[in-house]
Every structure is written in structure tokens, then in C-alpha cells.
């Protein structure tokens, strides 16, 4: 290939790269920062996940999940309010768009009833009352619904790293947030229902 075609061709690969500006930077640094502090919350509740308490009561540990889910909508309720707002014209919330769909790998996610912007446990006690004459089944219920509630944080956070402009705070945000879901899925899977 000539030298002027080389040029060429690398002039136009330049003209598609997007142009980060110095306010998408700044932007993304500050989201960052607050991305890092609420993993750091997170995590402080992962860790009383982890508790003996927590280890032996299958309905404490659903409940610390859904405060984690919780936490993570309301961040992000309180980050991009503007599409909550156009959400909430349409008579929806981020949430309720988010239960639904991981209702379609998790079907019982029908029963973190969405109340007041925020999961409510109220339907997971019945269920896992009316099921205690079978453990079997009270068992699988349980773990179906800590996977549905890990689904709904982990798309909150996929959702906040989506809105990264920049490739550097993306990538950093993304490997901060997969080693976070990777300790929790795994410490939900230890879990003894």
C-alpha cells in the first residue's frame, strides 16, 4: 500500500474516534467517585451477608440482598433523576423495568413487590412460610430469588457504567464492579438455604 494511502486510511480512522472533552472527564471522575463510594457501602453490607447470622437464616440474607438492590436504586435514582422522572410520566420506574425483566430468567422475582420506588420482602415471607412442610422446594425458591435479587443490582450497576463517557473510567468502574458481583455471587452461593 502507497504512503499516501496509509495516510489516507489513518485519517479517516481518526475522524471516527470520538473526542472526549475535558467536561466529559470531569463528568466521568465525579460519577466514578461516587461510584466508589457506593461499593464501599455495598460492600460493608456484603460483608454482614458473610455474618453467621446471615449464613443460618436464609430469610435475613434475601433481606440484606434487597437492601442491597435497594441501595443501588436509590443511587442511581438520585444520579440520573432525569430519566426517573421521564420513567415516571410514562407511569414506570426504573425498578419495576428491572424486576420485569429478570423475571424472565427468574420467574418468583414476581414477588419483590416494588413499593413506594423500593423492594419489599412482604410476598418472600409468605413464601417461604407456605413452603415449610417441603424444604426441597422452600430451598430452591430461596435461591431463585437471591439470583433475581443479585440480577436486579448487578443491572443497576450495568446501568450506572453505561453512562461512563470515557474508555479509562469505564474499563476502571467495570473492574471495580465485576470483582464486587463475583465476591457477592459467590458468597450468595455459600449461602445454606
Known amino acids: 500500500m502507497a504512503t499516501e494511502d496509509v495516510l489516507k486510511d489513518s485519517g479517516r480512522a481518526n475522524e471516527m474516534l470520538p473526542v472526549w472533552t475535558p467536561e466529559d472527564r470531569a463528568k466521568d471522575g465525579a460519577l466514578e467517585n461516587k461510584l466508589i463510594l457506593l461499593l464501599a457501602s455495598l460492600e460493608q453490607m456484603r460483608v454482614k451477608l458473610g455474618s453467621r447470622p ?52 427468574y420467574p418468583l422475582a414476581r414477588l419483590l413487590e416494588v413499593r413506594n420506588h423500593r423492594l419489599s420482602l412482604a ?48 474499563v476502571e468502574c467495570e473492574d471495580a464492579v465485576n470483582i464486587f458481583m463475583t465476591d457477592l455471587t459467590n458468597m450468595v452461593e455459600r449461602l445454606s438455604f
Open 54 to 105: 446471615a449464613q443460618k437464616d436464609p430469610l435475613l440474607a434475601v433481606q440484606l440482598l434487597a437492601d442491597l438492590a435497594n441501595r443501588a436504586a436509590q443511587f442511581y435514582e438520585t444520579e440520573f433523576w432525569a430519566t426517573e422522572i421521564r420513567l415516571a410520566g410514562e407511569g414506570k420506574t426504573t425498578l419495576e423495568l428491572i424486576r420485569a425483566e429478570t423475571e424472565s430468567a
Open 123 to 170: 410476598a418472600i415471607a409468605k413464601l417461604d412460610s407456605n413452603a415449610e412442610g417441603e424444604p426441597d422446594r422452600r430451598r430452591e425458591n430461596l435461591r431463585q430469588v437471591t439470583r433475581a435479587l443479585l440480577r436486579i443490582l448487578e443491572q443497576y450497576l450495568r446501568r450506572f457504567l453505561a453512562s461512563l463517557q470515557t474508555p479509562t473510567a469505564r
